[in-house]
């Protein structure tokens, strides 16, 4: 396909598969790419989706990024792609979107080879709205290629990953993307390897900690409180939690508070877990490097484990609990250290 961006780092494999299946003749009507936000889904998605479609490409299933299909779906533009995700203020894909999209892929390409889908995070649709999504791929249309994101293959009914052809997106190496960082970014060394290390090899990710400054600070300040309620009595552990969620946790941005603390509390726990066990790994977080090796001096395994599980758990729950609830019982479970 294009030359190779930092997004795509680690996933040669997956687009050489990809522009085979153009070059043979063999494009499925569904493709599944899973893997962690930040992976680099939607931009293989969108790629794949100009390989597709592409007015001049050098070779088949190689877009020259330039003619007016290729600039459109770079920027989700063109009138043969249809977006559906969570809708604002929303906390799933209803069915009702699923349909509204299929009333759309019903029409014939205006202008492009193929109608592209783009479903992103489809984990986050109802068991309802992934039903409705059957009959599309029960009954491919030849004109329509559907390109499906999620976090897991698990997070999806049976039924329909067993019709898709499934990618799993894995982190690249922290080192290889240290390296594209400094040469394709122009990144700083030190800045690199941090920012390398934080996003745990996602190549997503690690581009949105570059443009979007505040997010490292916000990263530093969350950790900082991590040390700082580990010292802190129950009441103020209460408090805590009260002033992060002063409307009693019921906004949809309360949630994504607490989704981005337990986010960064578990990545620094996680340092600590490895840390206990004596695993010759690097740390997601070496800036911290020493309050961990304390901490993992202090807690032990089964402790340090505990929390971890606890965090994961507490994760997974954030779209059904109580938040001030949920909340209060993570922290209540952590150790008190002077």
Known sequence: MLGMTVELIGHAWAEKM???????GKVRHA???TGAAGTGRRTLALRFAQSLNCHTPSSPGIPCGTCRNCTLLENRQHPDLSILQVEEDATSIKVEQVRD??????LA?????FRIALLLNFEQATDGAQNALLKTLEEPNPKVILLVTADMAENLLPTIVSRCEVLHLRPTSTSDLRQALIQQERVEAETADLV????????GYALRLLREPDLLERRRQWLEDLLRLLSASRRERFAFVEAKLPKGGERSEDRETLREAFTHWISFWRDVLLVT???????ANPD????IRHLAETVNL???????????YSIGRLNNANLRVLADALLLDWPRLS
């Open 31 to 33: 493709y599944l790419f």
């Open 101 to 106: 999209l299929q009333r759309q892929l019903s």
């Open 288 to 291: 911290y490097d020493k309050q």
């Open 18 to 24: 990809l522009q085979q299946h153009i070059a043979g």
């Open 196 to 203: 390398a290390h934080v996003s745990g090899g996602w190549p």
């Open 277 to 283: 066990t004596r695993a010759q790994v690097e740390l």
């Open 109 to 113: 390409p205006y202008e492009a080879s």
């Open 302 to 312: 089964q402790e340090a484990r505990k929390i971890v599980q606890r965090l994961e």
